[in-house]
């Protein structure tokens, strides 16, 4: 009974299981009718959310620990990865009651669904096993679907989710195949550290396309160019909160199968692998940065924008160094405040006018200083310009691929970091320096602003919390990179890949 036990080891996914308790709360809430969920809800989730970041800093920097017979493993890469994905979760629950609730849909409901995505999200983070890793992976794009189409009545919610089921059916049957394969070339082990033993005697031509059909799912999650056409059409149909969320925590947990995938499983296969991103990192940041030029919808220049984010991650991960992966992990954690802060901005702006258009922010500043301010800092943020965090973020992530020699990928990222911060200056622009009279229609009419509606207070409480992580986050980064670089360290698997490689850390 010890072994078996020790063999569960349930304690290493307590956060999930705070989740999950959550999520039944609100279930039950819900149950109760519409407006014992509309009180009783949002405590539930800041409750269950705190208790999981909680549990997360209770493991961190803890020997790693693996749990179910080894199909899921805590170490720092995990905790770090799951906190971003809790993070972002609680940023966009804070951010969507007033949307959910003007709506006309179930608050219940929604969360529930949100934290079933987060749960689904964090498993896949740590997952070591290719049961749990597809269980995982489900667990969250079922439950992205069901996001996306929340508005039932709104006709566009409906397309996003229909073209995020087929196109993610497809990508969960290219994950299928090849696993079956790694399956059958691993002489029939489905844990990811005896099919690392396997691969390194077997580089067979059937393991080269088994790592082709994974490398696809892993871009699909992370939306790289060519398998980002989802992106546009389901950011800009799904409920703006749900975007946020898939913005952040989907992305993040696709990166952290990446890591355990790619880096973990296909070390025989690096030269092949880092080939293969490098040439999606080319095309993610060429084109999400051109193509966003021409948008003229936020939601859909922020989907081009963050085709363009993960590019920029994917420099850290070709590198394989230790600086390279910290930049990662450094990266994904600032985009989470940055472009969480954006999207708030967003989604206040469409509940006070109803509009989505870049032109009908001309002249905003009149009328709300707040979302102007708000917007300007996280699109600068994002667009790299010192002193923001999105800056020391990017930095980072340069100056490791250039001391690893990835001079093409740097080159690129710099180029497309200028384009980018056109379009991002073209909107702060549009909201300040127009005169009084050439101010849109929309912000003519523009009602005043108020915070007493029910769900706003909380909304201006994510909206400030981003925007000062943002803005003093870049000054004050020294923590944020001992962070980084200790999740790096604290992960067994990453320091055997950096030291077989041996490439160490410089300095």
Known sequence: METLAQSLNAG????????LITLLACLLADLAGEKAAARFVPPFCY????LCLGLLALQWNQPAATAFFASFISDNLSVAFRAVVATSTLLSLLISWRYVERSGTPVGEYASILLAATVGAMLLCGATDLVSIF???ETLSVSSYLLAGYMKRDARSSEAALKYLLVGSAAAAVFLYGTSLLYGVSGGSTNLAGITIALQSSATPLTALALVFVLATVAFKISAVPFHQWTPDVYEGSPTPVVAFLSVGSKAAGFALALRLLVGCFGSFEAQWQLLFTVLAVLSMTLGNVVALA??????????SSIGQAGFVMIGLVCGTEEGFSAMVLYMAAYLFMNLGAFACIILFSLRTGSDRISDYAGLYQKDPLITLGLSLCLLSLGGIPPMLGFFGKIYLFFAGWADGQYL???VGLVTSVISIYYYIS??????VKEPQEASDVVKSYPEPTWKLPGLQPLRTALVVCLLVTAVGGVLSNPLFVWANQAVEGTPLLKEVIAASGRLPTG
């Open 12 to 19: 290493a996914i307590a956060p999930e299981a705070a989740l």
């Open 427 to 432: 909107v702060i622009k549009m909201m300040v």
């Open 295 to 304: 948008q003229t919808s936020m939601k859909r220049m922020l989907a081009y």
């Open 409 to 411: 990928l740097v080159v």
């Open 47 to 50: 409750i269950g959310l705190g």
């Open 135 to 137: 269980v995982a992976l």
